[in-house]
């Protein structure tokens, strides 16, 4: 038996090894970072439609919304939200300028915000 017909050797075998481990390593933080990634496009998209909700609501109202900031709180998909309501005159009297900025309950920072602007309403006839 020639030395070309023993086999791997030691060496090489460790070397397999170790190329096998950072690839492998490179495909799981891949798929960890897809998964945060979906998670978070998520989080954002359930904020930006409880910012929509409240707009909705202020729509429908048909109200002149008045120059304040407002609070308060939303359960969407079995999660609590706070949004915090913010209106501000614009240079056309007509106009109001509306931000809206929602996050999850639990933490303080702003998933989304949503800026809009009200005319004022007119009559339904």
Partial sequence: M???????TLIEVLVALV???????????TT???TDSAQALRERQLALWV??????????AR????????EGNESMAGREWHWILK????PEPLLRRIEIEVSDKNR????VSLVDFVRIPTRVK
Wanted: hydrophobic share 45%; net charge positive; aromatic share 4%.
């Fill in 19 to 29: 190329i096998a481990a950072i690839a492998l390593s490179a495909i799981s933080r």
């Fill in 63 to 70: 109200r002149w919304p008045s120059i304040d900031t407002t």
């Fill in 32 to 34: 960890i970072q897809s």
């Fill in 87 to 90: 209106v501000a005159a614009t």
């Fill in 108 to 111: 303080n920072e702003a998933s």
């Fill in 2 to 8: 020639s030395i070309r017909d023993r086999g791997f």
């Fill in 51 to 60: 910012a929509q909700n409240e707009l909705a609501q202020i729509r429908m």
